[in-house]
């Protein structure tokens, strides 16, 4: 008798596990900003597949529309964004997010995202953007970052158990991306358990020099988690003072009228 619970994920190794769909998955994400283009060999390399099997999973994508090919390489083809839309649109609260999102960056001037944790970074899932650009990369809808160094990623991981926050520090990596990111376990723990016992949480260029941003939850009516705001800012133009006695009210307050609007 089955005893799992229904919820439970599957392993790799277990006969309900599609190998073969997964597969196809890790081809289309092995495509990002820094790999918009890539040879059968470096798919790959990327994926740690045998050339043959890459080569299969391409030309099936390609078949299926989601991959273009031109000569050696390889692409994803705009059919790619009807997965992502899928999820975007299963979700009927998606507009009110957005207008809530535009309203912050009217209100303050500033970009402002919300995002939700997959495995260990965090999915910009909607945004709102100032015309301040404040990364070397663009953010837009899709973005992934690193949980541990952004303000979303560590509010979101501060709704976790203890379990489930012990078991992210000690699988992480940590990366130095400037002078100020956080090397030390310990110290990104006591961090991120700060940003759960206020409410809030604050990374100061740690991924990128020169930016600031701030993040609050966001809940549903029934008390779910639906993700983490923030807003993103230039630390030579905003100061910690204005993030907490101006933009962590204006956060706070579109927090409650999301929770009080989704159900």
Known sequence: ?????????????????????A?????????DEAHPRMTLSEVATRTGMNRARARRFLLTLHALGYVRKDHRHFELAPRVLKLGYAFLSANNYQHLIQQVL???????????????LDGDEVTYVARSASRQRLMAITLSVGTRLPAAYTSMGRMLLAQKTDAELDAFIERTTLERFTDKTITDKAELKRAILQARQQGYAIVDQELDSGLRSLAVPAFDANGELIGAINISTNAARIDHDTLLERYLPLLQGKARQIRANVS
Not at 8 to 13: F, T, Y
């Open 1 to 21: 008798m089955d005893t799992a619970p229904a919820d439970a994920a599957l392993s790799p190794d277990d006969r309900d596990f599609v190998t073969a769909l």
């Open 23 to 31: 597969s196809g998955l890790d081809v289309i994400l092995a495509f």
């Open 102 to 116: 535009e309203d912050i960056t009217t209100e303050s001037g500033e970009s402002s995202s919300l995002g939700v």
